[in-house]
Antibody, heavy 121, light 109 residues
Framework: EVQLVESGGGLVQPGGSLRLSCAAS????????MSWVRQAPGKGLEWVAN????????YYVDSVKGRFTISRDNAKNSLYLQLNSLRAEDTAVYYC??????????????WGQGTLVTVSS | SSELTQDPDVSVALGQTVRITCQGD??????ASWYQQKPGQAPVLVIY???NRPSGIPDRFSGSSSGNRASLTITGAQAEDEADYYC????????????FGGGTKLTVL
């Protein structure tokens, strides 16, 4: 059974940092692109970042470029998101998702349960 | 970067058919995928590509596309289909950046 379990969320002050983790199991983690998707309270889904199978390609939404860093450790079946210089507008539930898509279609077929990041003084 | 546009609210009578649409330039080059999200839960993939349903998704859910528009159709809507629905595709730039539509809240009357 495929499982994605996020952790690392919490309350942090503006300007602070946090590291989110996503533990994957039930599939060959190193064979898939992985993404982080967030959802601010009462708002829609926003794709944040993704990383390819060996970590050599990384992409980000413009609003987090230079502040967030996505990474992975295939030996530990884990995905990470380092959040720096946090702002109030980064407050959201952060989901990790497996991308089984192709060049023509995005397929986020498995999602974690999410971890809440609250940025507030 | 490109955008995907969805109607914020759609309603349907129980047992009737409803279409939820998603519009954007990226859909001329890439297929959409669709996600259902109920309150307090993670999103669930319901349709992807030309018209593919993951295992366990009822066949009342179907997808289609034409030009810059993609549609999710629920034929014979059930009470449990009341949820938020999001479309998703790659950014039209051709990179691996992904985008979501703003979401459609479906009410089953």
């Amino acid at each position: 059974e495929v499982q994605l379990v996020e952790s690392g969320g919490g309350l942090v002050q503006p300007g602070g940092s946090l590291r989110l983790s996503c533990a994957a199991s039930g599939f060959t983690f190193s064979s898939y692109w992985m993404s982080w998707v967030r959802q601010a309270p009462g708002k829609g889904l926003e794709w944040v970042a993704n990383i390819n199978q060996d970590g050599s390609e990384k992409y980000y939404v413009d609003s987090v470029k230079g502040r967030f860093t996505i990474s992975r450790d295939n030996a530990k079946n884990s995905l990470y998101l380092q959040l720096n210089s946090l702002r109030a507008e980064d407050t959201a539930v952060y989901y990790c998702a497996r991308d089984s898509g192709t060049l023509t279609v995005v397929v986020f077929d498995y999602w974690g349960q999410g971890t809440l990041v609250t940025v507030s003084s | 970067s490109s955008e995907l546009t969805q109607d914020p609210d759609v309603s349907v009578a129980l047992g009737q058919t409803v279409r939820i649409t998603c519009q954007g330039d990226s859909l001329r080059s890439y297929y959409a995928s669709w996600y259902q999200q109920k309150p307090g839960q993670a999103p669930v993939l319901v349709i992807y590509g030309e018209n593919n349903r993951p295992s366990g998704i009822p066949d009342r859910f179907s997808g289609s596309s034409s030009g810059n528009r993609a549609s999710l159709t629920i034929t014979g809507a059930q009470a449990e289909d009341e949820a938020d629905y999001y479309c998703n595709s790659r950014d039209s730039s051709g990179s691996h950046v992904k985008i979501f539509g703003g979401g459609t809240k479906l009410t089953v009357l």
